[in-house]
């Protein structure tokens, strides 16, 4: 009796070159999951999102664009270049309106973004706590909010960080409970409580 051969997988995993991946090929590698991330050179594939994740970020997105002047855009879940070995996704992003130069763009440089934004997933909180703000304060990026879920209630909490120019690294400017008012980096005045997000 002879051993049924057996046959390929039809998708294979690809081989990471030896000194990591770069953004290039975050870009140009085939069949790679949607919202691929790219951090110190390892491709990081996102888990399935939980409904205050989205939600979250709808009420995020609502309440930026609500009061974003002309000379920024508001944009959610879109690639942004800090160097060729991190290429991370912020869950939204404020970036200046001249660095959109059509419908086809497919990624930021970090220069032109004003504000990243993590909703914390279970998945991702060591990276969304501590890998990409000190990966987007490196690369310059002046604000940084961290979006958490906190107690039994579950009711959003958001971090309001700033970057210091002197140590290259964000500073904590407020914490936010219910209404997340804050002057920068344009006055925004968002309705945070466990009500608006349950009214979406």
């Known amino acids: 009796m002879t051993a049924e051969p057996t046959t390929a997988h039809s998708s294979r995993w690809p081989v990471p070159p030896q000194d990591g991946y770069t953004v290039d090929d975050l870009f140009t590698l085939p069949d790679l999951p949607p919202h691929t991330e790219l951090i110190d050179g390892s491709l990081v594939f996102v888990s399935p999102q939980r409904d205050f994740h989205s939600t979250m970020i709808d009420l995020l997105m609502t309440g930026l664009r609500s009061t974003a002047p002309p000379e920024v855009k508001v944009r959610r879940e879109m690639t942004v270049m800090l160097d060729r070995r991190n290429a991370p996704e912020p869950d939204v992003s404020v970036v200046r309106t001249e660095a959109i130069t059509g419908l086809d763009v497919t990624r930021y440089q970090a220069a032109d973004v004003l504000l ?3 909703v914390v997933s279970p998945d991702s909180e060591a990276r969304d706590r501590e890998a990409k703000p000190h990966k987007y304060a490196t690369a310059g990026i002046p604000h940084f909010w961290l979006v958490e879920m ?3 209630d579950q009711h959003p909490v958001v971090r309001v960080y700033e970057l210091d120019p002197v140590t290259k690294a ?19 005045d968002v309705d945070i ?8």
């Open 116 to 118: 990243a934004v993590e």
């Open 150 to 152: 906190t107690g039994t």
């Open 170 to 188: 964000y500073a904590l400017t407020g914490i936010h409970h219910d209404r997340l008012k804050t002057g920068v980096p344009f006055p925004v």
């Open 193 to 200: 409580s466990a009500e608006a997000l349950a009214a979406l």
